[in-house]
T-cell receptor, first 111, second 115 residues
Framework: EDQVTQSPEALRLQEGESSSLNCSYT??????LFWYRQDPGKGPEFLFT???AGEEKEKERLKATLTKKESFLHITAPKPEDSATYLC????????????FGTGTRLTVIP | GAVVSQHPSWVICKSGTSVKIECRSL??????MFWYRQFPKQSLMLMAT?????????EQGVEKDKFLINHASLTLSTLTVTSAHPEDSSFYIC???????????FGQGTRLTVV
């Protein structure tokens, strides 16, 4: 059965304090690992898609990496506006385009 | 990214009444629409999948007679929560999809509170 586990559940950082969020996955035939940002009361906002081990993508202060078992979302010198819940998801089995989500990491960046 | 319009953003209704949620794909034709539900501090869970012009497919544990999905056009899908109960209170999110698009985009979500 496909599983996505995110850790930590919550993370508090001082502004400028870099850290990483983890997403461990078990899926039969990875067809994409996705990172989203979700603000309270809003739908998920797309950040990155990774397809193969060793792949990396960057956007501003965020960098996503992928191995065969997990993905990391690195946040460099975070700002208060980076505070949100970060969701990791994998695409369903072959033929299905729905996403299977982890429970997210709630990030709070303190000024 | 794709532009998805979901309406309303929040709704409060009485037990036993029905609520309709609309999801519009504004800049591409959504051959498939996914409907997710998110309870507090939980992940998004797929409720149902609908293909334009076909009946929706529901995930295990989701009552098809309670959550009516209409996907009559490539740009509009609706989810109707019938005879709502307090346990149906949740955050409902749509995600239009097209076979050639690899990323998934989401509506803004609808916060349903049943009192």
């Amino acid at each position: 059965e496909d599983q996505v586990t995110q850790s930590p559940e919550a993370l508090r950082l001082q502004e400028g304090e870099s850290s990483s969020l983890n997403c461990s996955y078990t899926v039969s035939g990875l067809r994409g690992l996705f990172w989203y940002r979700q603000d309270p009361g809003k739908g998920p906002e797309f950040l990155f898609t990774l397809y193969s081990a060793g792949e990396e993508k960057e956007k501003e202060r965020l960098k996503a990496t992928l191995t065969k078992k997990e993905s990391f979302l690195h946040i460099t010198a975070p700002k208060p506006e980076d505070s949100a819940t970060y969701l990791c998801a994998v695409k369903g089995p072959t033929g299905a385009n729905n996403l299977f989500f982890g429970t997210g990491t709630r990030l709070t960046v303190i000024p | 990214g794709a532009v998805v319009s979901q309406h309303p953003s929040w709704v409060i209704c009485k037990s036993g009444t029905s609520v309709k949620i609309e999801c519009r794909s504004l800049d591409f034709q959504a051959t498939t629409m996914f409907w997710y539900r998110q309870f507090p501090k939980q992940s998004l869970m797929l409720m149902a999948t609908s293909n334009e012009g076909s009946k929706a497919t529901y995930e295990q544990g989701v009552e098809k007679d309670k959550f009516l999905i209409n996907h009559a056009s490539l740009t509009l899908s609706t989810l109707t929560v019938t005879s709502a109960h307090p346990e149906d209170s949740s955050f409902y999110i749509c995600s239009p999809s097209q076979a050639l698009r690899t990323e998934a985009f989401f509506g803004q979500g609808t916060r349903l509170t049943v009192v």
